[in-house]
């Protein structure tokens, strides 16, 4: 036993290797050894038939007959060939597979008996083609049953795969991304799937890869009846809407979801199981992904020289990423932060290292308030256009060290600003924020601050356009709540809510950087682009929704039992329950040529009257007199009020609710 346990495991590697080697083979090269195969394999069991009904090796009399026998395995694989047998993947070709073969050798078989009719048999027995027809089916079902097995021998002992199964899996989506995915399962072998969900009609009650496509009104029915324990959601990028009502409707069930990425990843040939994802709050909260438009993208990017200030925050490094793959002539990163320059400058270098034609990439350590620095950058680079993203966003925080917020926030704009118009920079795009209108903080208040320095450089400039672009939360930002409850939740709670009605509108990183840059190339000089944000989400919500992604349940009133507890700790300073995106209302913007950028008519400040007051905030900011420096910005910035208790008025709330979305 001992000598037959070492000879087995002596072969087992080889067999590995075997496994391996023919799984990493391409596509094409597996297909046309399939044919061969098949072709030869076919070619033999004429040969037995004949042999079978002559009973000695049979040598065609001519060469019409000779030529009628090669029409026979010919055939066959062009018919298999031809419905598909050879897109099969193999390892899981199933019983609906089986039969597609049994029918494709039996069309082939029939229209061969016909030519032999019409043409005269020419000495070929109809016994001889039915034994063909028969044998030649079975051995081509066995040839693949015999390479499953050998495939399967190496991928594990059965106790193990049945142990694997123990949990059944549901798979929601059954087009390409669904069966990629399936493929991986069963390579696998880690899961045991049950069946397919689909909203498609045409899928119901049909079977793709022997099992069975199911509508979504019986997911309840499977999760119970199937023991369903996880769902993997496997659905293209243009059914998001789809996939945000699935999670949705998911949520009330005791059940695992993953998500698969979409299918540009699958086709790309990326997908395998550890491409599976936790459900993620940007999952449910995005929105539909509109496809940018390429003109928009281009138009200041490709062959220009580009600046990116705040380069290594959170919009900052998602449009240098957005910027870079646009083939910019060099790209220019500035950013006060050491670390995080270090970061994203080493993440483009290695995007471009084995690319030809990279941009010159420049990291540029400083402060934006620098104006020696600013000047420098400019020159030596012949910068053409600039995106100001640098900025103190996080609301608390600037409140309690306004000083520091409104110097880098509005002064570092100022700088930024009469350098590019000193050096006749074509372009300058502020990202700029919700919160800039009517600020009940000093971030806000810095902000439009910042919106009305734009604004005023705008007037009269023939040499560069000034423009911002003004839109809400980012999920997973430096500044959002959705990093802060996911490390509350992971050590157990309890998750702080600053109010259960308080709303924010949420966009997603990559989604907000895009539009920033198409904003900017509409841009003919001082407009206020707002971003459409969809509808305000209740951080309440969004916590509860936190909690339940992780398969926990929150802990409350009426669930004592629960997880994790949710903690109301009132409003932090500055914060406001609502916010808003527009000053003017909604009757003050205008559609652009894109479906969810908005230019707005925002009110300005004069020049020499918005520098005066704002010299006398410097000289404020310097003495550190708070008092001076809130009563310059109570009168400059529309709208600003500091407030204490930060509870808004009725009056206020309903104002904010009626200009809150975009329409």
């Given at each position: 036993?001992?000598?037959?346990?070492?000879?087995?495991?002596?072969?087992?590697?080889?067999?590995?290797?075997?496994?391996?080697?023919?799984?990493?083979?391409?596509?094409?090269?597996?297909?046309?050894?399939l044919?061969?195969?098949?072709?030869?394999?076919?070619?033999?069991v004429?040969?037995?038939?004949?042999w079978?009904?002559y009973?000695?090796?049979?040598?065609?009399?001519?060469?019409?007959?000779?030529?009628?026998?090669?029409?026979?395995?010919?055939?066959?694989?062009?018919?298999?060939?031809?419905?598909?047998?050879?897109?099969?993947?193999?390892?899981?070709?199933?019983?609906?597979?089986?039969?597609?073969?049994?029918?494709?050798?039996?069309?082939?078989?029939?229209?061969?008996?016909?030519?032999?009719?019409?043409?005269?048999?020419?000495?070929?027995?109809?016994?001889?083609?039915?034994?063909?027809?028969?044998?030649?089916?079975?051995?081509?079902?066995?040839?693949?049953?015999?390479?499953?097995?050998?495939?399967?021998?190496?991928?594990g002992?059965?106790?193990?795969?049945?142990?694997?199964?123990?949990?059944?899996?549901?798979?929601?989506?059954?087009?390409?991304?669904?069966?990629?995915?399936?493929?991986?399962?069963?390579?696998?072998?880690?899961?045991?799937?049950?069946?397919?969900?689909?909203?498609?009609?045409?899928?119901?009650?049909?079977?793709?890869?022997?099992?069975?496509?199911?509508?979504?009104?019986?997911?309840?029915?499977l999760?119970?009846?199937?023991?369903?324990?996880?769902?993997?959601i496997?659905?293209?990028?243009?059914?998001?809407?789809?996939?945000?009502?699935?999670?949705?409707?998911?949520?009330?069930?005791?059940?695992?979801?993953?998500?698969?990425?979409?299918?540009?990843?699958?086709?790309?040939?990326?997908v395998?199981?550890?491409?599976?994802?936790?459900?993620?709050?940007?999952?449910?909260?995005?929105?539909?992904?509109?496809?940018p438009?390429?003109?928009?993208?281009?138009?200041?990017?490709?062959?220009?020289?580009?600046?990116?200030?705040?380069?290594?925050?959170?919009?900052?490094?998602?449009?240098?990423?957005?910027?870079?793959?646009?083939?910019?002539?060099?790209?220019?990163?500035?950013?006060?932060?050491?670390?995080?320059?270090?970061?994203i400058?080493?993440?483009?270098?290695?995007?471009?290292?084995d690319?030809?034609?990279?941009?010159?990439?420049k990291?540029?350590?400083?402060?934006?308030?620098?104006?020696?620095?600013?000047?420098?950058?400019?020159?030596?680079?012949?910068?053409?256009?600039?995106?100001?993203?640098?900025?103190?966003?996080?609301?608390?925080?600037?409140?309690?060290?306004?000083?520091?917020?409104?110097?880098?926030?509005?002064?570092?704009?100022?700088?930024?600003?009469?350098?590019?118009?000193?050096?006749?920079?074509?372009?300058?795009?502020?990202?700029?924020?919700?919160?800039?209108?009517?600020?009940?903080?000093?971030?806000?208040?810095?902000?439009?601050?910042?919106?009305?320095?734009?604004?005023?450089?705008?007037?009269?400039?023939?040499?560069?356009?000034?423009?911002?672009?003004?839109?809400?939360?980012?999920?997973?930002?430096?500044?959002?709540?959705?990093?802060?409850?996911?490390?509350q939740?992971?050590?157990?709670?309890?998750?702080?809510?600053?109010?259960?009605?308080?709303?924010?509108?949420?966009?997603?990183?990559?989604?907000?950087?895009?539009?920033?840059i198409?904003?900017?190339?509409?841009?003919?000089?001082?407009?206020?682009?707002?971003?459409?944000?969809?509808?305000?989400?209740?951080?309440?919500?969004?916590?509860?929704?936190?909690?339940?992604?992780?398969?926990?349940?929150?802990?409350?009133?009426?669930?004592?039992?629960?997880?994790?507890?949710?903690?109301?700790?009132?409003?932090?300073?500055?914060?406001?329950?609502?916010e808003e995106?527009?000053?003017?209302?909604?009757?003050?913007?205008?559609?652009?040529?894109?479906?969810?950028?908005?230019?707005?008519?925002?009110?300005?400040?004069?020049?020499?009257?918005?520098?005066?007051?704002?010299?006398?905030?410097?000289?404020?900011?310097?003495?550190?007199?708070?008092?001076?420096?809130?009563?310059?910005?109570?009168?400059?910035?529309?709208?600003?009020?500091?407030?204490?208790?930060?509870?808004?008025?009725?009056?206020?709330?309903?104002?904010?609710?009626?200009?809150?979305?975009?329409?």
């Open positions: 036993m001992g000598e037959v346990g070492r000879s087995t495991g002596a072969r087992r590697p080889s067999l590995v290797r075997l496994r391996d080697w023919i799984l990493a083979l391409p596509r094409y090269p597996k297909r046309a050894a044919v061969i195969i098949d072709l030869l394999t076919l070619s033999a004429l040969v037995a038939a004949l079978l009904r009973g000695v090796i049979f040598m065609p009399p001519n060469v019409m007959t000779g030529l009628l026998l090669a029409v026979g395995p010919v055939l066959t694989t062009a018919i298999l060939w031809r419905f598909g047998i050879y897109r099969l993947v193999t390892r899981f070709i199933g019983r609906r597979g089986n039969v597609q073969i049994l029918a494709a050798v039996a069309l082939s078989v029939l229209i061969w008996a016909l030519t032999l009719f019409m043409l005269g048999q020419h000495g070929i027995p109809r016994t001889v083609v039915i034994t063909y027809g028969l044998v030649g089916a079975s051995a081509i079902i066995s040839i693949r049953a015999l390479i499953r097995t050998l495939l399967d021998a190496t991928a002992s059965r106790s193990d795969i049945r142990a694997r199964k123990d949990a059944a899996t549901l798979i929601y989506g059954a087009d390409q991304v669904g069966i990629a995915l399936l493929r991986a399962i069963q390579t696998a072998r880690d899961r045991h799937v049950v069946g397919f969900v689909d909203s498609s009609p045409n899928l119901w009650r049909q079977y793709v890869s022997d099992l069975k496509v199911y509508p979504p009104h019986r997911i309840g029915r999760i119970e009846h199937e023991k369903v324990r996880e769902v993997l496997a659905l293209p990028g243009d059914r998001r809407q789809e996939r945000r009502r699935v999670l949705q409707e998911l949520e009330r069930f005791p059940v695992s979801v993953k998500i698969l990425p979409t299918y540009e990843d699958v086709a790309s040939g990326q395998s199981l550890n491409s599976l994802r936790a459900v993620e709050v940007g999952d449910i909260l995005g929105r539909d992904a509109v496809t438009n390429v003109d928009l993208m281009n138009r200041y990017t490709t062959g220009r020289s580009v600046l990116v200030t705040g380069a290594g925050g959170s919009i900052g490094s998602e449009l240098v990423r957005q910027l870079a793959v646009r083939s910019p002539r060099v790209l220019v990163l500035l950013d006060i932060s050491e670390s995080a320059l270090y970061t400058e080493l993440e483009i270098r290695r995007l471009f290292a690319k030809p034609d990279p941009p010159e990439l990291a540029v350590l400083g402060s934006v308030g620098d104006s020696r620095l600013l000047d420098q950058v400019v020159v030596e680079n012949g910068i053409e256009v600039i995106y100001h993203a640098a900025a103190y966003k996080h609301v608390p925080m600037v409140e309690v060290n306004a000083f520091v917020g409104l110097d880098n926030n509005v002064f570092g704009t100022v700088v930024a600003a009469q350098a590019a118009s000193r050096h006749g920079v074509e372009r300058f795009v502020l990202v700029s924020s919700d919160k800039a209108v009517r600020p009940t903080n000093i971030m806000g208040a810095s902000k439009r601050l910042a919106e009305l320095v734009l604004q005023a450089e705008a007037v009269g400039n023939t040499s560069t356009v000034f423009t911002m672009v003004r839109f809400g939360n980012v999920l997973e930002s430096s500044g959002s709540v959705v990093p802060l409850f996911r490390e939740i992971r050590r157990g709670g309890p998750v702080t809510v600053t109010h259960p009605d308080a709303t924010r509108f949420f966009m997603s990183i990559p989604e907000a950087a895009s539009l920033v198409q904003a900017g190339a509409m841009a003919k000089g001082g407009e206020v682009f707002v971003l459409h944000m969809g509808e305000p989400v209740r951080i309440d919500d969004l916590a509860r929704l936190m909690v339940r992604l992780t398969n926990l349940e929150v802990r409350d009133a009426a669930n004592p039992e629960g997880d994790i507890e949710i903690a109301y700790v009132g409003l932090r300073p500055g914060e406001k329950l609502y995106l527009l000053i003017g209302g909604a009757a003050h913007t205008e559609t652009t040529e894109h479906p969810r950028i908005f230019k707005s008519d925002e009110p300005s400040r004069i020049r020499s009257e918005l520098y005066h007051e704002l010299g006398l905030l410097k000289q404020a900011m310097e003495i550190r007199d708070k008092a001076a420096v809130q009563a310059i910005l109570t009168r400059t910035v529309e709208g600003y009020r500091a407030k204490s208790d930060n509870a808004p008025s009725p009056q206020d709330t309903l104002r904010e609710i009626g200009t809150q979305t975009i329409h």
